[in-house]
T-cell receptor, first 117, second 115 residues
Framework: GAVVSQHPSRVICKSGTSVKIECRSL??????MFWYRQFPKKSLMLMAT?????????EQGVEKDKFLINHASLTLSTLTVTSAHPEDSSFYIC?????????????FGPGTRLTVL | GDSVTQMEGPVTLSEEAFLTINCTYT??????LFWYVQYPGEGLQLLLK?????DKGSNKGFEATYRKETTSFHLEKGSVQVSDSAVYFC??????????????FGPGTSLSVIP
């Protein structure tokens, strides 16, 4: 099946710094990638939809200036948490689909655990 | 808007017990339905899916049937194992709504299976 990777798997940073998380589709081209945030013992909250070559579409309540998303190629999307604060600590998960119209399945990355001190 | 509701648990069962996790959905289009599983410390894995009414998805002994009349997609397994301990998410993707496939998740159900 399709594989999606994320890097890094864990990151610890100081408050006020920026952190970049990469999401790659390893064996398929992903026109669209999704970024989710998962709080402890909670469900996944969709943050934004990332389309290759265009601006990301953010869900209501998600600060686009804080969570910068870039989808530079068909296999790579990045999420940058700018000026991170402890409340940004969370598990961030990306997903991607094969890009086929009407395709059902998303493939999820293993997640990145961000801890902001 | 589209939504997914599921029993939140936590659910604790003895090994070899029967498992049911209820899931109902609300959608205006023709959604595909999924069950994802998340093992401790890991990302999500697709467990099974169904794309139209009356389809049954199955995998690793788990089953779920797409019931349009009751807007449900309950997950069942006849005999759970300790290795089934995980969080299970019911989800939908509404192909008619958008040009891409946004997945909407339920709140997740934590399952613990004890020997």
């Amino acid at each position: 099946g399709a594989v999606v990777s994320q890097h890094p798997s864990r990151v610890i940073c100081k408050s006020g710094t920026s952190v970049k998380i990469e999401c790659r589709s390893l064996d398929f081209q992903a026109t669209t990638m999704f970024w989710y945030r998962q709080f402890p013992k909670k469900s996944l909250m969709l943050m934004a939809t990332s389309n290759e070559g265009s601006k990301a579409t953010y869900e209501q309540g998600v600060e686009k200036d804080k969570f910068l998303i870039n989808h530079a190629s068909l296999t790579l999307s990045t999420l940058t948490v700018t000026s991170a604060h402890p409340e940004d600590s969370s598990f961030y998960i990306c997903s991607a689909g094969p890009g086929l119209a009407g395709a059902d399945e998303q493939f999820f990355g293993p997640g990145t655990r961000l801890t902001v001190l | 808007g589209d939504s997914v509701t599921q029993m939140e648990g936590p659910v604790t069962l003895s090994e070899e017990a029967f498992l049911t996790i209820n899931c109902t959905y609300t959608a205006t289009g023709y959604p595909s339905l999924f069950w994802y599983v998340q093992y401790p410390g890991e990302g999500l894995q697709l467990l099974l899916k169904a794309t139209k009414a009356d389809d049954k998805g199955s995998n690793k002994g788990f089953e779920a049937t797409y019931r349009k009349e009751t807007t449900s997609f309950h997950l069942e397994k006849g005999s759970v194992q300790v290795s089934d301990s995980a969080v299970y998410f019911c989800a939908l993707s509404d192909r008619m709504k958008t040009s891409y496939d946004k997945v909407i998740f339920g709140p997740g159900t934590s399952l613990s299976v004890i020997p």
